[in-house]
């Protein structure tokens, strides 16, 4: 068996469903390679034709999407000393963010999704940039009572790039962090300022000591126009 093998059996998988190949993605001095569905418009088409779409931020494949703001706090979270510290990602779906974090030097890293396919793709990514051993991929459901065993030492920090355009998702996201959140930790959101979902901050400072700060950033939108966005980083703590 090749070392390619636990790869190409993966994507054989995925393939089933969805058109797909890798992009490269330059981030700094380095280049990502990210699974890419390459039939998006037909896909979406299938998903409409078959009545599956009920609601568009649940049924729709936002999880494949490369969202720009995963780069913003990916590369953020060097600022917060990673060296021998434990990540979760939460969220994760195709997981670039952790994959941008990668090289920082966490101890331990977890990306996490509620989504079987987004689960594959980000496992796929793992192993196409050569972190299959250093990325653990695993499904994690914030709805879930309780404090998962799997966790229970807790997470130095935890991180998400636009998880909170569901407001369901508030207050258990919040009981999660709260039960899996090592001393001293942090747990840092990112969302476009488009996006922002000022209630959870409301619903967060109960609990959690609230910072927040903003990062501009330029990116090339779907026409290869430059467009400037801004993005809102809450970091919760304990008070």
Avoid at 53 to 68: E, F, G, I, T
Avoid at 180 to 188: I, N, R, S, T, Y
Wanted: one cysteine or more.
């Amino acid at each position: 068996m090749t070392a390619d093998a636990p790869l190409d059996a993966l994507l054989a998988r995925i393939r089933q469903d969805f058109d797909v190949d890798f992009e490269p993605l330059a981030v700094d001095d380095n280049t990502l390679h990210v699974l890419t569905i390459r039939n998006m418009p037909q896909y979406i088409d299938k998903l409409l034709q078959r009545k599956a779409v009920h609601n568009p931020l649940k049924d729709l494949p936002l999880w494949a999407k490369v969202w720009p703001g995963s780069f913003v706090l990916g590369r953020l979270l060097r600022k917060y000393a990673p060296e021998s510290k434990s990540l979760l990602e939460l969220g994760a779906g195709c997981g670039v963010l952790s994959l941008v974090a990668a090289r920082y030097g966490f101890a331990r890293m977890v990306v996490s999704d509620v989504v079987e396919d987004a689960l594959r793709f980000a496992r796929a990514n793992a192993l196409r940039n050569g972190l299959g051993e250093r990325l653990e991929v695993t499904r994690v459901d914030v709805t879930a009572p309780g404090r998962d065993p799997r966790f229970a030492a807790g997470f130095d920090l935890m991180a998400a790039s636009e998880l909170l355009y569901l407001e369901s998702l508030h207050r258990p996201l919040i009981k999660f962090v709260d039960r899996h959140l090592a001393p001293g930790g942090k747990a840092l959101f990112c969302t476009d300022m488009a996006r922002a979902q000022p209630h959870f901050a409301k619903l967060a400072a109960k609990t959690f000591t609230i910072t927040e700060g903003h990062i501009g950033v330029t990116a090339h939108d779907e026409d290869g126009q430059d467009q400037r966005r801004l993005y809102s980083i809450l970091i919760l703590e304990r008070p």
